[in-house]
């Protein structure tokens, strides 16, 4: 599980009612941003604190993968020389009853801080540049101990979605490793078991063979 930091001033109402996050895939001046870059790096299962107005009003647990989709057309005319189209992700978001003030808290967050594309001066300032970017996990530690039990909360639902992910990973890699392993086992044991045992055994004629579909 990976946690992230997303900036919503001015997409937080519809973002956060509508389940979701979405950005342009570039800068109104065409260049790359890494703050969008990131959206493609969001897993299911991921945590994401949502910070409006110099607090965090909610946290979210992603429920897809990024993928292309047109702007929302309740944003209306915010983000006027956005993209049309860009990254969405699905998120299960939570309003929080405890809102918390990153910048009252700073003297304890300042050190977990990451060294690159912080969320956060120094100073607890906010970095509005900023729209999604991935914290370290003591800094969401720290953060889910300042909010308290309902981010506690939280973090467990998240943790059982990652659990229920990683075993349904887990079956289906075994289901192909077994496959691949019957696949590229077949021509040997057909050399040093079928021919010894069975020299006449054959494929049946209809294998590898396209059946024509019948005159309709």
Request: with cysteine; hydrophobic share 40%.
């Amino acid at each position: 599980m990976r946690y992230w930091w997303v900036n919503q001033n001015q997409t937080h109402r519809q973002e956060i009612e509508g389940g979701y996050l979405w950005s342009p895939k570039r800068s109104a001046n065409s260049a790359r941003n890494p703050f969008y870059e990131s959206m493609r790096e969001v897993a299911p299962g991921d945590l994401i604190f949502s910070f409006v107005d110099t607090r965090i009003v909610a946290i979210g647990i992603a429920a897809s993968y990024c993928y292309e989709s047109p702007k929302p057309l309740e944003f209306g005319r915010i983000g006027m020389n956005w993209e049309r189209v860009g990254w969405r992700v699905r998120v299960r978001f939570t309003r929080l009853r405890h809102q918390i003030r990153p910048k009252e808290h700073i003297d304890l967050l300042r050190g977990s801080l990451p060294r690159r594309y912080s969320p956060l001066r120094p100073n607890g300032d906010g970095l509005q540049s900023v729209y999604l970017t991935e914290v370290p996990a003591i800094m969401a530690e720290l953060l889910v101990q300042l909010i308290g039990p309902e981010a506690s909360e939280i973090v467990a639902v998240a943790q059982r979605a990652n659990g229920e992910i990683s075993a349904q990973v887990g079956t289906e890699g075994v289901f192909f490793a077994a496959c691949a392993v019957s696949f590229m086992a077949f021509p040997y044991i057909y050399l040093f078991y079928g021919r010894k045992q069975s020299p006449s055994w054959e494929l049946p004629d209809t294998v590898g063979q396209c059946q024509a579909l019948p005159d309709s």
